[in-house]
């Protein structure tokens, strides 16, 4: 597999916010299958000592959020530099560097911000900038062809949870590139 959905929690929308989840799932939109999962949970404070400042904004938003969202957010933390080598080690064990397509929810978001946690860990990002996919282009797609599972489709597990957010939107996305992509019955 080489599309990999990946879905962060964070404290802060702009880079050099800090992350605090991390969830990633490999998928096939052609079929919908579903691969390896990874979620691991970081400090804050080792962001913070590798320069992310977090929001207030968002700090406030997650005091709103769910006990079980926000138990996520401390549940075995590691330093934010190992949770990253440990996400390019499962992503590279799966797919190569050439080859991931990263998904994130936003041209703007979770890939960006990924890349500049890597970025100020002084570690490498495992993709390659030209295969940075958007979830919210291909929704925005599916909805011009009066698809929209993002709404439509029943959330499993907790909302803001990392990796469920990945699940549910490698589901999602998958059904729309169906659509847009119909396979061939020879």
Known sequence: MKHLMVDIETMGTAPGSPILTI??????????ELGPQFYQ???????????AVPDADTIMWWLQQSE???????????????????????????????????WGNGANFDNVLLRD???????????????????????ELGRQLGCDPKRDMPFVGDQHNALDDAVHQAKYVSAIW??????TSD
């Open 178 to 183: 169906q659509k847009l992509v119909p396979t």
């Open 41 to 51: 949970v970081a400090t804050l404070r080792s962001e913070m000592d590798n320069g």
């Open 23 to 32: 969830g990633a799932v490999f998928f096939e939109p052609s079929t919908g």
């Open 117 to 139: 946690a890597y970025r100020r860990a002084q570690l490498p990002p495992f993709w390659n900038f030209w295969n940075d996919r958007d979830v919210r282009t291909i929704v």
């Open 68 to 102: 079980e969202a926000r138990k996520a957010l401390s549940s075995n933390p590691r330093n934010i530099n190992e949770v990253l080598l440990a996400l390019s080690s499962f992503a590279l064990s799966t797919s190569t560097a050439r080859n991931i397509q990263l």
